[in-house]
């Protein structure tokens, strides 16, 4: 998983510095005027537009060419952009295109060829779906486009009906950034054309939009036909994706459904045998987190291999709760479970009867190692040793989460080239990665013992009064054990793993009398079992953030901008 992270780090730095470079280019140039010809027409769903577009400008400098981002889409709707010819001084220009951002970007010139001083560009493209059809028939445009670096000396913009019974209201302009209300143009009609014109020179991120409202005539809506017809290569796209999602629900469905149990809790008053608090925790959710851990500091506590020590200092009225742990019992060869032993490795540097170490101050390269093994071996015993989780499952589990991020990787590079298959092959990551962390599965043996876990949780976690109702009915449990020190202690680790130690020692009040030999603390002048569960809880806490810390573990309305068309540009 390291790797997989640091790899899309890589593809996000790459992609980063790629948008970063597109949108630099080479800026040592003035356009003197940016004229654009519009010729609407309603022979198309959404209306028609041929544009021609002359871009006069001068170079200060050497350059190649220029950049023409177009938008793809209109209003949620793709405008199926077909560019019909580039010219440079009246003769034609190569030019290449790539999609970048929403854009067709045009680049314009030759590699290998340097040119200087005035030039004019002339771009002609056909678009469609152009027109506002919501209240109004309205024609709504960017000229220029707010996506340059370069000023605009004058800016033109010509509007004309191809069909004569389409009659122009109501025309306006706005100037000016993104936003921008200013109105700094002027608006005339020459030649049964609307002339739009820039009364001042437009700065670099300025743009200036119109608008022409149409009485007369029909433009007709897209439809579900339309958006599908559009969408197609998309939809085709789409097909991979699913399959592969289908494919690993299938393998789910097979191999990660849990089998079902008795379906009934009953109260249990013991531990399953030979389980650990840690393995207890890890049978519940699947998961050895932190709460796990700190449980078995405290059974290696309450079995006598170490002490805690708490210290409270108060700062400004607020109690400061730290902890040290200490080795009271060496263990022999073999004595601890492989995940306990781990933990008492990466806590001591040397095992010595009374050596002493603060929480807060572990190994931090040491104690990510131990917290790793620890986790390893705890789900390496469910699943070899007692055979409570299913081998295939739990493989299955990781390849389905490599599988998954992996799916993502490539989705990044395919999003250039098919929008549909990147989303698809998205859906299928998140089907992958979203059913690996539901795949393990306990086996038929370990849903019999996860029941009997959550029995026992419902013992440690009754309240008395609900505990009396329940030996008082029909389906009363079997007599629970009496309420002793020794029991308290026993099963308070798997409390601590289970989440209930709260709920656990409120049962002991007024049978626990003095803090156990386990645990030491500075700041209790009165015992009582609300303090003890209070420290416990403090307790569990601390271990946990020592454990995350070291374990590696989102008269018009309108404005400037916001229209059709538009886009920006640069040079290269």
């Not at 200060?60 to 793709?78: C, D, F, K, M």
Request: overall charge neutral; charged content about 20%; some cysteine.
């Amino acid at each position: 998983m390291k790797i997989l992270s640091s790899l899309l780090l890589v593809i996000l730095g790459l992609f980063l510095n790629a948008h970063i470079a597109s949108a630099q280019g080479v800026n040592n140039f003035v356009i003197n005027n940016f004229k654009a010809s519009y010729v609407i027409d309603n022979d198309a769903v959404g209306g028609s537009l041929l544009t021609t577009e002359t871009i006069d400008l001068t170079y200060s400098a050497q350059n190649r060419g220029i950049l023409r981002a177009i938008p793809e889409e209109h209003r949620g709707y793709s405008t199926k952009l077909d560019v019909r010819s580039v010219e440079r001084d009246g003769k034609k220009e190569p030019f290449t295109t790539y999609s970048d951002n929403g854009n067709i970007v045009l680049k314009i010139g030759d590699p290998d060829v340097y040119i200087t001083g005035r030039h004019s560009y002339k771009i002609v493209y056909y678009q469609e779906r152009i027109m506002r059809l919501d209240d109004s028939r309205e024609f709504y445009w960017d000229i220029n486009g707010t996506g340059w670096s370069q000023p605009f000396e004058s800016v033109i913009a010509e509007v004309s009906f191809k069909n004569k019974q389409l009659k122009p209201l109501s025309p306006y302009c706005f100037t000016g950034s993104l936003g921008s209300k200013e109105q700094a143009c002027s608006i005339s009609e020459v030649d049964n054309k609307i002339v739009f014109t820039s009364k001042r020179i437009l700065k670099p991120g300025e743009n200036m939009t119109l608008s022409v409202q149409v009485n007369g005539g029909v433009f007709s809506k897209p439809g579900v036909a339309d958006v599908i017809k559009d969408n197609i290569g998309n939809i085709v796209g789409l097909l991979p994706g699913l399959v592969l999602a289908g494919y690993a629900v299938v393998l789910w469905h097979r191999n990660g459904r849990d089998y079902k149990g008795r379906g009934v809790i009953v109260t249990e008053y013991q531990p399953p045998e030979d389980l650990s608090p840690a393995e207890v925790g890890m049978l519940a959710d699947y998961k050895v987190n932190t709460r796990d851990l700190s449980a078995t500091l405290i059974d290696l506590a309450v079995r006598g291999y170490i002490r805690l020590h708490e210290t409270e200092k108060r700062i400004l009225g607020f109690k400061s709760r730290s902890y040290e742990v200490e080795i009271i019992k060496i263990a022999s060869p073999g004595e601890l479970k492989p995940h306990e032993a781990s933990l008492i490795d990466g806590i001591f540097e040397d095992q010595v009867l009374g050596s002493r170490v603060a929480m807060n101050s572990l190994d931090k390269t040491k104690m990510h190692n131990a917290v790793n093994d620890s986790r390893e071996n705890i789900e390496k015993n469910l699943v070899n040793t007692y055979g409570l989780l299913e081998k295939r499952a739990n493989s299955m589990s990781k390849w389905f989460i490599i599988a998954g991020s992996i799916l993502f990787f490539i989705a990044f590079f395919v999003f250039q080239l098919s929008v549909g298959l990147g989303i698809g092959l998205i859906v299928s990551g998140l089907a992958f990665l979203g059913l690996g962390l539901v795949m393990p599965r306990r086996s038929p043996e370990g849903v019999e013992i996860y029941e009997r876990i959550k029995g026992l949780e419902l013992y440690m976690n009754t309240a008395e009064k609900d505990r009396l109702k329940m030996l008082q009915g029909v389906d009363r449990p079997y007599a629970e054990p009496s309420k002793t020190v020794e029991l308290f202690e026993k099963l308070l680790p798997y409390a601590v793993a289970l989440g209930v130690e709260k709920s656990w020692a409120k049962q002991f009040d007024g049978i626990l009398t003095d803090l156990p030999s386990w645990y030491e603390s500075n700041s209790a002048s009165t015992f009582n079992v609300a303090y003890l569960a209070s420290g416990i809880t403090s307790a569990t806490s601390s271990f946990s953030k020592s454990f995350e810390s070291n374990s590696g573990s989102s008269g018009s309305s309108g404005s400037s901008g916001g229209g059709g068309g538009g886009g920006g540009g640069g040079g290269w």
